[in-house]
Every structure is written in C-alpha cells, then in structure tokens.
C-alpha cells in the first residue's frame, strides 16, 4: 500500500480563495482524521470519520470550514473563503478500528494564505 | 478534557549518548493507550512506541523505551545510542474512546537535536 496520501503538498493562495485538501487513506482502515498542525497550537484535531460518518467535528474552528468523506477512498477539507491565519500544515491520517491501533499520516499540505 | 503536556520545547543529546523526552497526561479515564511519533524534516509522522494503560510493563522498540508511571500519569521516552538520524520533532499522544467518541490529544512536541 501506498500510505495516506494527501495533495497538494504545498499550497499557497490569496485571502478569500476557496481552497480545498485531499486525503486518500489507507485501504481498509475504518477512520479518518483531518489535523491542523502549528507552532503556536501544535497538533489539532479538526474532524473525524468513522466508516465515511463524521463523528466528531467540534475542533473545526469555524463555519468557513468543511470536511467530507463521500467514499471510504475518498476525503476533503475545504476552506471558504481563506484567510491568513489558516496558513498551517493539514494532516490526514487514517487507522484500524479499535482505538489503540497506530495512527499512519499523509504527509501534510502546506497552506499559505497571503 | 484530556491534555496532554511536553515540557521540554527544546532538547539535545551528544550522539551514542541517551536522551529523555518527559510527557504527562491528564485524564480520569483508566483505559487509554498512549503513543509517542516522530517527526523529522520531512513532515511524516512516524510511530516510535506505543503503550497500553492496562500494562504495567513499559514498552520497548529496539533503542526506544518508555517509562510508564501510571498513577503519576507520565509517559517519558527514553532514546538510547542516539543517532543523528533521530534528530526530530517527538509528539507524545493520548488516545482513547468512550461514550461512543473517539479521543486523540497529542502535546506540543519536543525538538530533539543530536550532535555529532
């Protein structure tokens, strides 16, 4: 397998684009997290699917952010319209039901938002 | 809430010496698993070792241990015969699930530094 793959790898956009992530996970894994990663706050959980439902999207900040998971291959992060201080490196990880099975992280897109 | 809690912003070690991240953790859970990731320049995460809460034998993958204090809610790595390659961010994170949600928290990191 491939791994979690995510793109764009780099990202850089104006204030108010509309900017969308993509995560393809893990083939067969039951869960999908979408992190917001900086230095100021670290690693935050945005969202997260459990067999393509989300379950949890309490730590996505604001309404200009939305996430979907259309197919079990398949997941978006979208932002509308950007603004500066979303610029951070977002993560998508997908992993095995139960819990304690390992996290496998994409690579991360860095969004700049000028 | 859980949170969890990496003290050290900064560390160095010589190379072949032993270095040690501290984590702590606050939950009132008793079933939980704690993991420690690496994360070098190249952004990837990367699991180093993970632990289970109901074990009282503290993890080990090859030079990475970890010592486990449960009641104390501590979760320190320790890296031995530190190797330039090790050089990297170190998250420490808290997973659990209850009450049909799914919890992961992870510190702020640790910079590790190995010189040669």
């Known amino acids: 397998d491939a791994g979690v793959i995510q793109s764009p790898r780099h990202e850089v956009t104006e204030m108010g684009q509309e900017v969308t992530l993509r995560c393809k996970p893990i083939s067969g894994h039951d869960y999908l997290f979408w992190y917001r990663q900086t230095m100021m706050r670290g690693l935050e959980l945005l969202i997260y699917f459990n067999n393509n439902v989300p379950i949890d999207d309490s730590g996505m900040p604001e309404d200009r952010f939305s996430a979907k998971m259309p197919n079990a291959s398949f997941s978006t992060l979208k932002i509308q319209p950007s603004e500066p201080r979303d610029s951070a490196v977002y993560f998508c990880?997908?992993?095995?039901?139960?819990?304690?099975?390992?996290?496998?992280f994409g690579s991360g897109t860095q969004l700049s938002v000028l | 809430a859980q949170t969890v809690t990496q003290s050290q912003p900064e560390m160095s070690v010589q190379e072949a010496e032993t270095v040690t991240l501290s984590c702590t953790y606050d939950t009132s859970e008793s079933d939980y698993y704690l993991f420690w990731y690496k994360q070098p320049p190249s952004r990837q995460m990367i699991l180093v070792i993970r632990q289970e809460a109901y074990k009282q034998q503290n993890a080990t993958e090859n030079r990475f241990s970890v010592n486990f204090q449960k009641a104390a809610k501590s979760f320190s790595l320790k890296i031995s015969d530190s190797q330039l390659g090790d050089a990297a961010m170190y998250f420490c994170?808290?997973?659990?699930?209850?009450?049909?949600?799914?919890?992961?928290?992870f510190g702020k990191g640790t910079k590790l530094t190995v010189n040669p």
């Open positions: 990880a997908s992993s095995f039901y139960p819990f304690n099975e390992k996290l496998f």
């Open positions: 994170a808290y997973r659990s699930f209850q009450g049909g949600s799914e919890k992961l928290v």
